[in-house]
């Protein structure tokens, strides 16, 4: 049973640098699916960040596109989140998840349970 | 603003049923898949639909998905009331090469 755990620093001032990292569990990261990034603001919608394959092709979000980097750690199973220049715009729950495929346009499943990071000096 | 456009929010009495809308355009939803997630409170999204209208096992059969052209509908028969949630329509959007998600609709089950 694939599992998905988010962690990183729950706190970030403004004009850093957020780092997340996602560790995979019961299922091999290099088995051939894309690994995806979501936020979801307080209160708000859901917001596609970026996904990225082992081999390390990505997409990402046009909004975000040059503030993200998403990289992939096939030896320790896991894959990380860089969003840069952040404000309080960025304060989410950060959620990762599977691809159910080789494709970016696979759907999602199954999600971490989500990190909420915030923002604030 | 979002891509997919879905009512804020549903409500229904238990036993009856709902449909929530998403519609889209010819890039996400007249072209590709449509997927829902439910949102129970305070816990991740979890994969309700997948490809229009197939549901994951363990999904109930009182929920169900439908597409036609740039538009996609879920329904709920025999609401319950664990059934209160916010739920969210997505689709792959060619034009943006990217993934995009309905603002969500809050069901209130009465």
């Known amino acids: 049973q694939v599992q998905l755990q988010e962690s990183g620093p729950g706190l970030v001032k403004p004009s850093e640098t957020l780092s997340l990292t996602c560790a995979v569990s019961?299922?091999?990261?290099?088995?051939?699916?894309?690994w995806g990034w979501i936020r979801q603001p307080p209160g708000k919608g859901l917001e596609w960040i970026g996904s990225i394959y082992h081999s390390g092709s990505t997409y990402h979000n046009t909004s975000l596109k040059s503030r993200v980097t998403i990289s992939v750690d096939t030896s320790k199973n896991q894959f990380s989140l860089k969003l840069s220049s952040v404000t309080a715009a960025d304060t989410a729950v950060y959620y990762c998840?599977?691809?159910?495929?080789?494709?970016?346009?696979?759907?999602?499943?199954?999600w971490g349970q989500g990190t909420l990071v915030t923002v604030s000096s | 603003q979002s891509v997919l456009t879905q009512p804020p929010s549903a409500s229904g009495t238990p036993g009856q049923r709902v449909t929530i809308s998403c519609s889209g355009s010819s890039s996400n939803i007249g072209s590709n898949y449509v997927y829902w997630y439910q949102q129970l409170p305070g816990t991740a999204p979890k994969l309700l639909i997948y490809?229009?209208?197939q549901r994951p096992s363990g999904v109930p059969d009182r929920f169900s998905g439908s597409k036609s052209g740039t538009s996609a509908s879920l329904a709920i028969s025999g609401l319950r009331s664990e059934d209160e949630a916010d739920y969210y329509c997505a689709a792959w959007d060619d034009s943006l090469s990217g993934w995009v998600f309905g603002g969500g609709t809050k069901l209130t089950v009465l």
């Open positions: 019961g299922y091999s990261i290099s088995s051939g699916c894309y």
């Open positions: 998840a599977r691809h159910v495929g080789s494709a970016a346009w696979d759907w999602f499943d199954p």
């Open positions: 490809k229009n209208n």
